[in-house]
T-cell receptor
Framework: DSGVTQTPKHLITATGQRVTLRCSPR?????VYWYQQSLDQGLQFLIQ???????AKGNILERFSAQQFPDLHSELNLSSLELGDSALYFC????????????FGPGTRLTVT | DQQVKQNSPSLSVQEGRISILNCDYT??????FLWYKKYPAEGPTFLIS?????DKNEDGRFTVFLNKSAKHLSLHIVPSQPGDSAVYFC??????????????FGKGTKLSVKP
């Protein structure tokens, strides 16, 4: 158990809908990262937050957004969902933005039908 | 363009023997490399890492070797155990002015250790 929690574990929704994925980092970790793992793409970095502030952005679509709250938990919002958004979404955390080792949650499997 | 490549999608090894997983990268600015292990239906688990200023790091049965001139790293598992069967991901990190950012992952190598 990495100490990172993610909810829900599974999510099935229809195209055009909006969903919110939630992540709680390990106790004491200030930085949160979101990754997407699809079948053919491997793990792709989406976005990083550090202590409530956006720190880095990767291949995140404009339909996707995220935030980190004062209690350090983070939410990833996916809107206008398309079939191609079906994937595993992982959250990871690290002590701060300077520490390389990131600890991953169990992921949320999103299926868009 | 893939900056981190794991060219072997799968590897099968006998229990007790050595497993060698390979990874190549293209960006010479990467300053830290990590290996993660992933079981089905779980998130990646951090295994071992190495700074670009070192060429070897050891932790129990796991050793990572880095060859900067060849832009190549490898993970050695000795001796291999059936519980090591999993997908192994190589990842690299860039230093953004002292602040570490996201990890760039390879596509993984599925290791099967046969009893």
């Amino acid at each position: 158990d990495s100490g990172v929690t993610q909810t829900p574990k599974h999510l099935i929704t229809a195209t055009g809908q909006r969903v919110t994925l939630r992540c709680s980092p390990r106790s004491g970790d200030l930085s949160v990262y979101w990754y997407q793992q699809s079948l053919d793409q491997g793990l792709q970095f989406l976005i990083q937050y550090y202590n409530g502030e956006e720190r880095a952005k990767g291949n995140i679509l404009e339909r996707f957004s995220a935030q980190q709250f004062p209690d350090l938990h983070s939410e990833l919002n996916l809107s206008s969902l398309e079939l191609g958004d079906s994937a595993l979404y992982f959250c990871a955390s690290s002590v701060d933005g300077r520490k390389h080792e990131q600890y991953f949650g169990p992921g949320t499997r999103l299926t868009v039908t | 363009d893939q900056q981190v490549k794991q060219n072997s999608p799968s590897l099968s090894v006998q229990e007790g023997r050595i497993s060698i997983l390979n990874c190549d990268y293209t960006n010479s600015m990467f300053d830290y490399f990590l290996w993660y292990k992933k079981y089905p239906a779980e998130g990646p688990t951090f295994l071992i890492s190495i700074s670009s200023i070192k060429d070897k790091n050891e932790d129990g049965r796991f050793t990572v070797f880095l060859n900067k001139s060849a832009k190549h790293l490898s993970l050695h598992i000795v001796p291999s155990q059936p519980g090591d069967s999993a997908v192994y991901f190589c990842a690299a990190s860039l230093n953004y002015g002292g602040s570490q950012g996201n990890l760039i992952f390879g596509k993984g190598t599925k290791l099967s250790v046969k009893p």
